[in-house]
């Protein structure tokens, strides 16, 4: 158990439909990363928080947003969806936030199935 | 275009035996490489790192070699144990910045 929680773990909905997923960090971390698995494919980093701010960006759509909280927990929200959007969503958290030298830890996911 | 390649996407080896998991990548600005392992349903979780100021890093039973010339690294597994079955990915990153990711090769140890 990497200490980072992700609900839902499955979760189906229709094109054009919006959803949102919930991460919590393991305790202490200030960082929170999201990524996208497609089927057979890597991660693709989609985008960090440090401390409720924006840090880092990768490739994320414009129909996609995230926030971190002050709380730290996140969601990241998904509009309008397509069926490509159909993947497994990580969520990591690191200790600090700066670079990829501090080791990120990652939460079980969450299936996401367009149809 | 993919920067980070694993061309294998399984490997089946005896247990006790060594496991080899190679990774190519293309961007010769990467200075940090990374593996981590996948069971199902869970996370990925850290494996064993190098920078590209080293050619080799030991961890136990894991071994990371990186080639710079050839733009290729891998991971030795020695000896293969059940548990090790898994998916492992390959990353890097340039100057600390994202994660970049290999599509991941499926270590199948056969007893």
């Known amino acids: 158990d990497s200490g980072v929680t992700q609900t839902p773990k499955h979760l189906i909905t229709a094109t054009g439909q919006r959803v949102t997923l919930r991460c919590s960090p393991r305790s202490g971390d200030l960082s929170v990363y999201w990524y996208q698995q497609s089927l057979d494919q890597g991660l693709q980093f989609l985008i960090q928080y440090y401390n409720g701010e924006e840090r880092a960006k990768g490739n994320i759509l414009e129909r996609f947003s995230a926030q971190q909280f002050p709380d730290l927990h996140s969601e990241l929200n998904l509009s309008s969806l397509e069926l490509g959007d159909s993947a497994l969503y990580f969520c990591?958290?690191?200790?600090?936030?700066?670079?990829?030298?501090?080791?990120?830890?990652f939460g079980p996911g969450t299936r996401l199935t367009v149809l | 275009d993919q920067q980070v390649k694993q061309n294998s996407p399984s490997l089946s080896v005896q247990e006790g035996r060594i496991s080899i998991l190679n990774c190519d990548y293309t961007n010769s600005m990467f200075d940090y490489f990374l593996w981590y392992k996948k069971y199902p349903a869970e996370g990925p979780t850290f494996l064993i790192s190098?920078?590209?100021i080293k050619d080799k890093n030991e961890d136990g039973r894991f071994t990371v070699f990186l080639n710079k010339s050839a733009k290729h690294l891998s991971l030795h597994i020695v000896p293969s144990q059940p548990g090790d079955s898994a998916v492992y990915f390959c990353a890097a990153s340039e100057s600390g910045y994202q994660l970049i990711w290999g599509a991941g090769t499926k270590l199948i140890i056969k007893p």
């Open positions: 190098i920078s590209s």
């Open positions: 990591a958290s690191s200790v600090a936030g700066g670079n990829v030298y501090n080791e990120q830890f």
